[in-house]
């Protein structure tokens, strides 16, 4: 069984650094995006950063050149490293991949994982 596995989060003050993980367990042929999205309450949930097979990544607006997307791909892990954080953050943060497996194509959310920036 494929599935994510999301670890980071947590409180930091503004200004301050956190780091996400998500690494896709479970046996998969590839992996064509990985990425992060955010929802904070009562709004929708957003992409925040991604990366796509090929190496090409984008990411929102708001987070240009504070936060970085990278992977290592011997782990099918992504990390997401947020700095100079902002209340403005605050949010569930979901990690995504979708790629290719036995059965097909696969195409999975993380649980969530809260960042709360506050101090």
């Known amino acids: 069984q494929v599935q994510l596995v999301e670890s980071g989060g947590g409180l930091v003050q503004p200004g301050g650094s956190l780091r996400l993980s998500c690494a896709v367990s479970?046996?998969?042929?590839?992996?064509?995006?990985m990425g992060w999205y955010r929802q904070a309450p009562g709004k929708q949930r957003d992409l925040v950063a991604a990366?796509?097979?090929?190496?090409?990544?984008n990411y929102a607006d708001s987070v240009k050149g504070r936060f970085t997307i990278s992977r290592d791909n011997a782990k099918n892990t992504v990390y997401l490293q947020m700095n100079s954080l902002k209340p403005e953050d605050t949010a569930v943060y979901y990690c995504?991949?979708?790629?290719?497996?036995?059965?097909?194509?696969?195409?999975?959310w993380g649980q969530g994982t809260q960042v709360t920036v506050s101090s």
């Open positions: 479970g046996s998969i042929f590839s992996i064509n995006t």
């Open positions: 995504y991949a979708d790629g290719s497996r036995g059965s097909g194509w696969f195409s999975l």
């Open positions: 990366w796509r097979s090929g190496g090409s990544t």
